[in-house]
């Protein structure tokens, strides 16, 4: 049954797309984020509405079922993830919107006898279907049900080459036949592609992957609103496809590294697997108490969170820290490198749960002039970030990428878990200078007793 | 509509989609990329029209599942987002020069900090 006028029906999902834009123009601020959200929320509820009473539909009491299943299942989850599991969850999300739209993509095949239409289908089929299992690699590698390190195994390559080459070629097929049949081995053939895609990907390379699926599953939603001529699905899926490219590109400047070469470079010889080279020169390791001096006796502290702080959970410790510091009339501030954490942002959102007022998260940018007068940087689990070998070292894996300038600081202090290089497997000069000095142990053993430590001075 | 207005208006949503995007924060990227991962669960429109024109039972079953999975993604995400976004909060009090309220503020705060290492 139609209940409204087509043009009402138009108006009713611009509205809506409006509203996502707003959502997406709040974040502009935390200020204003969470109304945003709220409004994109509103936006997504208004054109759910719409659907309803604008189109003629049959099984209604089927897809309200279908609906109450979804939130029901969704919702719960959502409400109870864990921060650190945030990355997990925005990869599950991210998989099963791209499910859904190869699915309807699949299903709208029977509908159109139109080529273009069905170049729109075999895009969003085949991006879908990258997507959902693309995003499922990711999941099942953040929640470690299989292993974390890169999965590379002789003619990977080729396998990938392959799968493509025949991904195009039935894709090409079903333009000109419209065969189901076709489709689903295009289906199939796509998720065999995002499986390879996601399996030489290890560790720090995650934030790039999950930006880049973000990306697809918003280009899979867009082709699907070509499909079925639906203005706000189009909208609606290039933000997300802009939103993810932006990061995509923001997360490979920050590691200085190409797209191509983080997805590809794993295919060439495992660029993440890291090395174990331990150098014998001598460092200064020192006390929790020692520490503690130095840092209860700076009037600037500068906290540098790292990929360690965040597997040691450590974030609530780091940010008490900064509290008993701050109570002694320290000047404490994070600075966070975009890639610290398993997710772009993600440390952000690690420390503002650890109740950090986000004018003290400062990002990479905004801080890195005031090293220069820091008494004490404190880097906690993070290595490459920090690394001046990425300015002054050309040739080395991580030359070119953009890195706090903890070196400015008067002193400077490593919490570490060992001598043991970081993801890209080189040293840190930073690591003999006379001004550092090194704690060993678990990140968060270790915060637990400086802060103990500085509440007894 | 026509093939050409549906790409005029794919174009500048793209040139929209950067032009908004690369304003956000760099401190709000995650809640950026949950909040992208929920407005493209608005797919759930998409889906919704596929199930209501279904007449055999297999398409409708399909088209179901494509129902549940997009309303899992956009409720989901809002949700999660919205979370996210309500931890990031400002500076309660401001921080006194003799550091006395700031240890003030450390007692308000410790309780709730102390939960959340558990």
């Not at chain 1, 139109?114 to 990258?130: E, K, M, P, S």
């Not at chain 1, 002789?154 to 489709?183: D, I, K, W």
């Not at chain 2, 401190?27 to 998409?46: C, D, E, F, Y």
Request: charge should be neutral.
């Amino acid at each position: 049954m139609t209940l409204i006028e087509p043009v009402w029906t138009s108006l009713l999902y611009l509205a809506a797309a409006v509203c996502f834009i707003l959502a997406l123009k709040g974040l502009n601020s935390p200020r204003t984020a969470r109304r945003g959200n709220l409004v994109g929320a509103f936006g997504a509820a208004l054109a759910v509405a719409t659907v309803f009473v604008s189109v003629k539909m049959d099984n209604v009491p089927w897809i309200l079922g279908a609906m109450v299943v979804g939130s029901s299942v969704a919702a719960p989850v959502a409400r109870q993830v864990k921060m650190t599991q945030m990355p997990q969850l925005v990869a599950l999300f991210n998989g099963v919107g791209g499910g859904a739209a190869a699915l309807v993509a699949l299903l709208e095949l029977a509908h159109t006898e139109d080529r273009w239409v069905r170049v729109a289908i075999v895009f969003t089929l085949l991006v879908g279907a990258v997507s959902f299992a693309g995003s499922a690699i990711t999941f099942s590698k953040l929640q470690e049900l299989m292993t974390t390190r890169p999965v590379v195994f002789p003619g990977l390559p080729t396998l990938m080459g392959a799968v493509l080459l025949a991904a195009v070629g039935a894709a090409v097929a079903v333009v000109f036949s419209g065969s189901f049949v076709l489709a689903l081995v295009l289906l199939l053939l796509g998720l065999t592609a995002g499986v390879l895609l996601v399996l030489p990907v290890g560790g720090a390379d995650v934030p790039i992957v999950i930006s880049l699926l973000n990306a697809f599953t918003g280009l899979a939603v867009a082709a699907s609103g070509l499909v079925l001529g639906n203005v706000l699905l189009v909208v609606a899926g290039t933000l997300v496809g802009a939103s993810g490219t932006i990061l995509t590109r923001a997360m490979a400047a920050a590691m200085g590294r190409s797209v191509a070469g983080i997805l590809f470079g794993a295919f060439k010889g495992g660029s993440t697997a890291g090395s174990t080279a331990v150098s014998d020169r001598p460092v200064r390791s020192s006390s929790p108490e020692d520490v503690a001096v130095l840092l209860g006796y700076a009037q600037r502290v500068i906290i540098v969170p790292g990929y360690g702080l965040a597997v040691a959970q450590g974030q609530h410790t780091a940010a008490e820290l900064a509290i008993a510091l701050e109570a002694r009339g320290i000047d404490v501030d994070f600075a966070i490198h975009p890639v610290a954490g398993r997710m772009p942002g993600h440390m952000n959102v690690l420390l503002a749960e650890a109740n950090v007022p986000y004018e003290s998260l400062k990002e990479m940018g905004e801080i890195n002039s005031e090293f220069r007068t820091t008494d004490v940087a404190l880097v906690v689990g993070a290595n490459d970030v920090v690394n001046p070998a990425a300015k002054t070292t050309a040739g080395s894996p991580i030359y070119g990428m953009p890195i706090l300038e903890v070196a400015d600081a008067r002193q400077v202090v490593f919490l570490k878990r060992s001598m043991r290089p970081g993801f890209a497997g080189i040293e840190n000069e930073l690591m003999y200078e006379p001004q550092t000095t090194l704690l060993f142990g678990d990140a968060k053993e270790s915060l637990t007793k400086v802060l103990s430590a500085v509440k007894a001075l | 509509m026509d093939g050409i207005a549906l790409l005029t208006i794919t174009v500048l949503a793209i040139f929209v989609g950067f032009e908004v995007v690369s304003k956000v924060s760099s401190t709000l990227h995650t809640p950026l990329m949950s909040g992208a991962n929920a407005i493209h669960g608005i797919i759930l429109v998409g889906a919704i029209i596929v199930a209501g024109q279904a007449s055999d039972p297999w398409v409708l079953a399909v088209a179901l599942l494509a129902v549940v999975l997009a309303t899992a993604n956009l409720v989901g995400g809002f949700v999660v987002t919205d979370r996210m976004l309500e931890m990031f909060h400002g500076r309660k009090r401001e921080v006194g020069a003799d550091g006395k309220s700031a240890a003030n503020k450390l007692e308000a705060i410790k309780p709730e900090a102390r939960k959340g290492t558990r």
